[in-house]
């Protein structure tokens, strides 16, 4: 079973800015896309950001382009910049991958907290 390891969560002011990692296992070799859920205090897990095989990148409308989602092959991890960040954007945050030949993987997520 894949399992993925998500850090970097934490406390953080409004406007400021965290990166989140991800890493993904090493024997993972063909993955189609990876990305990032979140999930908000009392509300469904809404889809974020993902990350596409040939590079290309699409955002949840509320991102409004704060955030940067990126993968780092040769170190097997994924990262998401979020800078000005919202109260809005308090929430467990979950990252992804679907595999070629495998099902999605999901981790076990990491909590942010926007707050003064």
């Known amino acids: 079973q894949v399992r993925l390891v998500e850090s970097g969560g934490g406390l953080v002011q409004p406007g400021g800015s965290l990166t989140l990692s991800c890493a993904i296992p090493?024997?993972?070799?063909?993955?189609?896309?990876v990305g990032w859920h979140r999930q908000a205090p009392g509300k469904q897990r809404e889809w974020v950001a993902i990350y596409n095989t040939d590079t290309t990148t699409t955002y949840a409308p509320f991102v409004k382009g704060r955030f940067t989602i990126s993968r780092d092959e040769p170190r097997n991890t994924v990262y998401l910049q979020m800078k000005s960040v919202e109260a809005e954007d308090t929430g467990l945050y979950f990252c992804y991958i679907d595999p070629a030949h495998e099902a999605r993987a999901w981790g076990q997520g990491t909590q942010v907290i926007v707050s003064s």
């Open positions: 090493k024997w993972i070799v063909s993955i189609i896309a």
